[in-house]
C-alpha cells in the first residue's frame, strides 16, 4: 500500500482500528507473510491505530513457519514531507524495519523486536519520531522462552525525541521466562538527536534464568557531532553484563551514569571531541554485587559530576576508571574510590598515553573510604602519571587496609586544601596503606599524617 500525498484516516485504537504489516493468520497448520510494506511519501498521511510489522512466536500456535520476514513501514520519501500519527508501534518476527525520512511519526509506545531478530528503526536526515511522552524498548522478551537479538535503532541524522524512558536488551520484561536478549542496540550519528528521560542499556528480571547482554548504546560518529539529552543512564542492570556504551564526536547530558548496578564486566568510553555534562549527578561504576566495570575517558571530557564513586557497596570488585590521551574530568564534590566493607581492588588510574590527563574535585578524595564511612574496604588504587590533579583532602585507608596511591613521573597533583592534606591508615583497623610519589609532585598539601 502507498498513499502518495492523500490521507488515510484510521479511525482509534482497538481491535479492528490497527495497521497490520505482514502479520500472519495461525491456524492449525500455520502461515506466514513477508515482503509486505506500507509507504507514505509526497505529503502522504496516515492517522490513527497501533501498528504491528511483522509477528509469529507471540501468537497462538505459532511455529518457525509462521515468523514473517522482510516487512516495512516507509513513513516518508520524496516530495513533501509525510506525516503519520500512531499509537503504539510493534515489531516482531525477523528482519522487518521501520524507516522515518523527509517526514513527522508522532506514535505511543514502541517496541523494536520483540521474540525476534535484525529488525531495524532508522530515523534519517529531516526525519522526526516522536513518542509523546511514551517508552522505546530494543529488543525485549515479555516473560517467553524465546530470544531477542541484533535488533537496532538509529538515528543517522534525524530526531528521536520526547522518549519517557528507552530499555535496550531487557530480558524477561514480565512473566519470569528464561528468554534472552543480546547485541541489541541504539545508535545516533551523524547529527542525530535523541532526547529522553532514563537509558537502561541490559537488563533482566533477577527472578529469572533470562539475561540481557552484549548490548549497546553508540552515541556518535560520522560527519557531524551528535547531539543526546537523557535521564540517568544505567549500563549493565541486575546481573546483566557485558554491556557497552561509546561516546565520540557528540554532546551528551545526562542526569547521573550508573555502570554495574548488580552486574559485572560492563563499560562506558568516552573518545576524543566528546563532551558529558552529568547535571550536577553522580557517576557510579560497581554497585551492589558488582565486579569488573569500566569507564575509560580516552581524550574526552565528563564534566559537572557530583560525586566519583567507583567500588562503593559489599561485593563491589575490580572495577576502574581510566584517563588517557588527554581525557579530562571535573567533579565537584567527592571521589571515592573503594567506599564501603567488602569492596576492594577498584582502580582509578589517571594518565598514560598521549596528552597529559586532568582531574579536579571540590571535596574529600578517597581511597579505601571516605571520611565517615564504614570500615572494612582494601586493595583499592590509584596512580597518577603524565596527568595534572586537583583535589581536596586526600585519604588514603580510613579504617581500611593495603590502599595505594602512586605518583610517578609527569604527574603534578595539587592538594587543594586549608586542613590536614594528606591522611593514610586514619581510624582503627586501618593498616598498610601508602602513597608513593616517585618521579611526581605533590604540592599544597598542608599537614600530613
Given amino acids: 500500500m502507498v498513499s502518495e500525498g492523500g490521507t488515510v484516516t484510521n479511525g482509534t485504537s482497538g481491535a479492528y482500528d490497527d495497521v497490520a504489516i505482514g502479520r500472519p493468520i495461525i491456524n492449525t497448520t500455520g502461515s506466514s507473510g513477508g515482503t509486505n510494506s506500507l509507504t507514505l511519501r509526497n505529503g502522504g498521511r496516515l492517522f490513527g491505530g497501533s501498528v504491528v510489522i511483522g509477528g509469529g512466536w507471540e501468537l497462538s500456535g505459532a511455529s518457525a513457519s509462521t515468523i514473517t520476514k522482510n516487512n516495512a513501514y516507509n513513513v516518508g520519501g520524496f516530495g513533501a ?3 503519520a ?18 517526514a513527522s511519526l508522532l506514535s505511543g509506545t514502541a517496541i523494536i523486536g520483540c521474540f ?23 529488543g525485549y522478551v515479555n516473560g517467553n522462552a524465546d530470544n531477542a537479538f541484533a535488533n537496532v535503532v538509529t538515528v543517522n541524522g534525524g530526531i528521536l525525541t520526547n522518549v519517557q524512558w528507552a530499555a535496550v536488551g531487557t530480558a524477561p520484561g514480565v512473566g519470569g521466562g528464561n528468554g534472552s536478549a543480546w547485541t541489541n542496540g541504539l545508535v545516533i550519528l551523524n547529527g542525530g538527536r535523541f532526547h529522553s528521560g532514563n537509558v537502561t542499556i541490559g537488563d533482566r528480571n533477577i527472578a529469572s534464568p533470562g539475561s540481557g547482554y552484549r548490548n549497546y548504546y553508540n552515541v ?23 554491556n557497552t556504551m561509546t561516546v565520540t564526536n557528540a554532546n551528551v547530558w545526562s542526569r547521573g551514569l550508573t555502570v554495574g548496578n548488580g552486574a559485572s564486566k560492563n563499560s562506558v568510553v568516552v573518545l576524543a571531541d566528546s563532551v558529558w555534562t552529568l547535571l550536577n549527578q553522580n557517576i557510579v561504576v560497581g554497585t551492589n554485587a558488582a565486579v569488573g566495570n569500566t569507564v575509560t575517558l580516552s581524550g574526552g ?14 561485593s563491589s570488585v575490580g572495577n576502574r576508571v581510566t584517563l588517557s590521551d588527554g581525557g579530562k574530568l571535573f567533579v565537584a564534590g567527592a571521589i571515592a574510590v573503594g567506599h564501603s566493607p567488602g569492596c576492594s581492588n577498584n582502580a582509578f588510574n589517571i594518565g598514560g598515553a598521549g596528552a597529559s590527563s586532568t582531574v579536579s574535585n ?28 586537583c583535589s581536596g583532602r586526600l585519604i588514603v585507608g580510613n579504617g581500611h587496609s593495603f590502599n595505594t596511591v602512586r605518583v610517578l613521573a609527569g604527574a603534578a597533583w595539587n592538594v587543594a586544601t586549608n586542613g590536614v592534606g594528606i591522611t593514610t591508615g586514619f581510624n582503627d583497623g586501618a593498616t598498610g596503606n601508602v602513597v608513593v610519589i616517585s618521579g611526581g609532585t605533590v604540592t599544597n598539601a598542608g599537614l600530613v599524617r
Fill in 116 to 138: 525476534g531478530c535484525s529488525n531495524t528503526a532508522t530515523v534519517l536526515a529531516d526525519g522526526t519520531w516522536d513518542l509523546r511522552g511514551n517508552t522505546l524498548n530494543v
Fill in 220 to 242: 556518535g560518529g560520522g560527519g557531524i557531532s551528535s547531539i543526546v539529552s537523557n535521564g540517568l543512564i544505567t549500563i549493565g542492570n541486575n546481573a546483566a553484563s557485558n
Fill in 301 to 314: 571530557t565528563m564534566t559537572n559530576v557530583n560525586e566519583l564513586r567507583i567500588g562503593i557497596t559489599n
Fill in 362 to 389: 571540590g571535596a574529600e578524595f578517597g581511597v579505601g573510604g571516605l571520611l565517615g564511612g564504614a570500615y572494612g574496604c582494601s586493595s583499592n588504587t590509584v596512580t597518577v602519571t603524565n596527568a595534572n590533579v
Fill in 85 to 102: 500519527t500512531n499509537d503504539a508501534i510493534t515489531i516482531y518476527g525477523h528482519l522487518n524495519r521501520l524507516t522515518v525520512t523527509n
Fill in 81 to 83: 514531507a509525510s506525516l
